[in-house]
């Protein structure tokens, strides 16, 4: 059911690798670069965050594994690019352009004069809803057997392997966000109620470090059921 | 290599870990070995992995994908320029570290940061991508925060600039959530007995910063020279402020 990136309580890891120059914002130049690039990718709005974590959440186990962070990043903008249309195979693998993009996403292009402005208003996620919240802080709730999508098969989800199917209490409310299980698949933002939800260590892990440790996630109604 | 389904008019590329071909017979870039899967996800690119067309050297990569895009007239590479520079310059840990220092010696901010860190952060100008929901978490001596991101990096961009790689690393992202005790010890960071650990795993686009407790000694020092005293590190947990007289 999970995919690679689903990697919360894995073992083999060794310890944290620590940078050696911690005074650069990038440690690399082409890494600003690929950062600059797929958010001024992105603010051609032809799809959104979610589906651009699903995107590198596809990435081959092995090519994901051996990837840098930002080589994730251009792995995944590649294969949206592709996707969407926007980029043939064909130009990826020569580095060049065939033809110019259609006028309607041309006009969508992120100016160096828009940049503050853009990165300043962001993409907030809260969204109203009509409908209350299902679950009242202090409430018990188990969240799904099962940490997958429950529409698309392999389908993007933000429920950890590691917190399935676990008993925990909600702690915050946030109020409706958009689903990332629908809105990376490009069916709706079908906003439900968001909840930070705390576990006991000792609930997540066979040998947690202390029985007094937790472990807080923010969840979706849609995970949760009355526990 | 399925030499059976190989004519002269097919064109494959050979990256590091894969081999993709156009096949002429039906106008589809496949991986060999690797027959089409009807029913794969979207993203699922078993048939046709448009990354691994890329050069292996990433900055060329980088600059494949952006020949493309500014020759398609989508990007304006005055504008990548500018999201660097940003990020660089303006956006960076002393954001976060002036709301601490702030909150520490003014009650009243204090307050309203750790119940409506939004409005605090709105009010200030300090609002943007990966920082839209903000929700600030306080040390006490009973409490440790820990701030991961299992699934992906998320991390609070305009308070704290760009994470560190090591935030980005399988290590930490693995095993912050299981062994924040170990992690913490790597780090240099030892707790007082009986100081419980509360990881917190960013799942959704709420973003959350530590607010660490106030060192001992600096009940005379400004918000300036407070501030001097917060490191990135102790605002995602994996770090304490300074000392008072210990500023790095």
């Known amino acids: 059911m999970t995919r690679i990136h689903d990697m919360g309580g894995r073992f083999g890891d060794g310890p944290v690798p620590r940078e050696d120059d911690e005074s650069r914002t990038f440690a690399k130049d082409w890494h600003g670069r690929a950062l600059a690039l797929t958010v001024a990718a992105g603010a051609l709005g032809k799809w959104n965050i979610d589906a651009s974590r699903h995107v590198k959440e596809c990435l081959p186990p092995a090519d994901y594994a051996r990837f840098g962070y930002y ?47 853009a990165l300043r208003s962001g993409g907030p996620s809260a969204r109203d ?82 029985p007094h440790d937790e472990v807080r996630l923010d969840l979706w109604e849609g995970y949760l059921e009355p526990a | 290599m ?37 029913d794969a996800m979207p993203h699922d690119h078993h048939d046709d992995n448009p990354h691994s067309l890329l050069p292996s050297e990433p900055a060329l990569r980088v600059k494949a994908l952006e020949t493309i895009l500014v020759e398609k007239g989508l990007i304006d590479p005055a504008a990548l320029d500018a999201i660097i520079d940003l990020y660089e310059r303006d956006i960076g840990p002393q954001i976060g570290a002036g709301l601490v220092a702030r909150a520490w010696n003014d009650p009243e901010f204090r307050t309203t940061l750790l119940t409506d860190a939004d409005r605090v952060i709105t009010e200030l100008g300090h609002g943007g991508r990966q920082g839209e929901h903000v929700v600030v978490v306080e040390n006490t001596p009973d409490t440790h925060n820990l701030v991961v991101c299992t699934l992906c990096s998320c991390y609070p961009w305009p308070l704290l600039g760009i994470p560190p790689g090591w935030y980005k690393s399988d290590s930490y992202r693995a095993r912050a959530v299981r062994e924040p005790r170990t992690v913490l010890a790597e780090f240099g960071v030892t707790l007082a007995e009986g100081t419980a650990v509360r990881v917190w795993d960013s799942t959704a686009e709420i973003r959350y910063l530590v607010l660490p407790m106030r060192p001992d000694g600096t009940e005379g020092l400004d918000e300036t020279a407070l501030a001097r005293l917060v490191t990135r590190d102790s605002m995602i947990g994996t770090g304490l402020p300074h000392s008072a007289g210990t500023t790095a």
């Open chain 1, 71 to 117: 080589e994730k990043w251009l792995a995944g903008l590649a294969n949206l690019l592709v996707e969407h249309g926007i980029a043939s195979p064909e130009e990826i693998a020569t580095g060049r352009s065939d033809a110019p993009a259609p006028d309607d996403l041309a006009a969508r292009r992120l100016d160096a004069a828009r940049v503050k402005t």
């Open chain 1, 129 to 210: 809803s009509s409908d209350g919240p299902a679950f009242a802080l202090g409430a018990q709730v188990r969240t799904s057997a099962i940490a997958g999508n429950r529409m698309q098969n392999g389908g993007h989800t933000r429920l950890p392997a590691y917190a399935a199917g676990r008993v925990g209490t909600v702690v915050l409310h946030h109020g409706a966000h958009v689903f990332p299980d629908s809105n990376a698949h490009f069916n709706g933002e079908a906003p439900q109620h968001l909840y930070t939800v705390s576990f006991a260590a000792g609930d997540l892990w066979q040998h947690a470090e202390s």
């Open chain 2, 2 to 38: 399925d030499s059976g389904r190989f004519d002269f008019t097919d064109l494959c590329i050979l990256n590091r870990s894969s081999t993709t071909c156009f096949r002429a017979n039906t106008g589809r870039w496949t991986g060999a070995g690797n027959p089409a899967q009807d």
